[in-house]
């Protein structure tokens, strides 16, 4: 797997990480299987991907003690861990709600930590600002962590500029995760600009539109009873209906390239910027083995140009 350092200070790690929350959350949680999660994560590393994305929301909680158990003893050494704090669970597949005081920062982290079986995380992420609480002392909270051993960096999730300077403005910003893919730009208009021009590493959280831009799903009703994407409006009936065209364009130039969709979903965001590393989530063996093929497909000019060019998705994103 091609490397590239993560952000202006990082470390070198392979440029496609692995979003680990589809393993017992949001999607098709009939069928969790945990030890096949653990092979799929230990698979990942063989095949060069080094970022492992959870959080402690995932589950909840459940998806640390996964991710804990496939890094246990020498794979620990070789990922590049990053979990998040700030949300406290709801119902399973709701959004849950925001907490970032830092009381609630401070016991995640040793709670987070116990369930990935680690004494630090490499990146420690605060997965939505909390209105209620200014970002600098939420940060603040952040920020003692690292003081503390128990996390290498910190980052961000789903924030705007502004947001990113105030908690520059406290301690450096390692990295921000957002939604980033071919039918989610909104990230390239100034956050992604702005995260490349400081050397800040951005993550780009569901870059394969959750499934949907690699052509696997094709109506509403093939998705499982109990899975979230239901509640999104890009997967409604009509809306997934006219959103096949946008994928069907994808396929086009996969063709053409002589790569699956999977691979030029990724291969775009890729060319996105020189710190960008996106964690497309599975647990599926063989995806994990075409995503991860994603780091050598290169993009031309014209193809990534007509890319650019696709039509907006129809519905919200949430
Ligand atoms: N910060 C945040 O607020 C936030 C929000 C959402 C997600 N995230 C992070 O981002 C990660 C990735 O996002 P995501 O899981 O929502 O969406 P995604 O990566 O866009 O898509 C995941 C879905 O695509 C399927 N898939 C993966 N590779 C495939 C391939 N090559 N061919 C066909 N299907 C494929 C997966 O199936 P299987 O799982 O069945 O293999 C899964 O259903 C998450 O795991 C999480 O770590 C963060």
Redesign the pocket.
């Known amino acids: 797997m091609r490397k590239a350092t993560f952000g202006t200070n990082g470390p070198e790690i392979g440029v496609l990480g692995?979003?680990?929350?589809?393993?017992t959350w949001?999607?098709?949680v009939q069928s969790r299987d945990d030890e096949n999660s653990v092979r799929v994560i230990r698979q990942a590393l063989d095949l060069g991907v080094t970022l492992i994305?959870?959080?402690d929301m995932?589950g909840p909680y459940t998806n640390e003690e996964v991710v804990g158990a496939a890094l246990a003893g020498p794979y620990r050494e070789r990922a590049f861990l990053a979990t998040?704090v700030g949300i406290v669970p709801g119902e399973v597949g709701q959004s849950g709600a925001r907490d970032g005081s830092p009381e609630h920062v401070r016991r995640s982290i040793d709670e987070s930590l116990r369930r990935l079986g680690t004494d630090h995380v490499d990146l420690y992420?605060l997965?939505?600002v909390d209105p209620a609480v200014p970002i600098e002392e939420t940060w603040g909270a952040l920020a003692e962590t690292v003081a503390a051993g128990k996390a290498r960096r910190i980052g961000l999730?789903?924030v705007t500029v502004e947001e990113i300077k105030r908690a520059q403005s406290v301690h450096p910003v390692a990295s921000v995760?957002?939604?980033l893919?071919l039918w989610t730009r909104d990230v390239l208009a100034e956050v992604l600009p702005y995260t490349e021009e400081q050397g800040i590493a951005f993550?780009p959280?569901?870059?394969?539109?959750?499934?949907?831009?690699?052509?696997?799903i094709s109506s509403f009703e093939e998705l499982p009873a109990d899975d979230f994407r239901r509640r999104l409006p890009r997967f409604q009936q009509d809306a997934l209906k006219a959103n096949l065209a946008l994928v069907g364009k994808v396929k086009e130039v996969a063709e053409r390239v002589g790569a699956?969709?999977?691979?030029v979903a990724l291969a775009w965001v890729l060319a996105q910027g020189r710190y960008v590393f996106p964690?497309?989530?599975?647990?599926?063996p063989?995806?994990?083995v075409?995503?991860a093929g994603a780091a050598e497909v290169v993009l031309s000019a014209a193809d990534l140009a007509e890319l650019d060019t696709l039509p907006t998705p129809t519905g919200e994103r949430y």
């Open positions: 692995l979003g680990c929350m589809g393993m949001a999607y098709d994305d959870t959080a995932y998040k992420q997965h939505r999730s789903e995760q957002s939604e893919s993550l959280f569901s870059p394969l539109g959750r499934g949907f831009l690699t052509g696997s699956t969709p999977a691979q964690i497309p989530g599975t647990k599926t063989r995806y994990l075409d995503n």
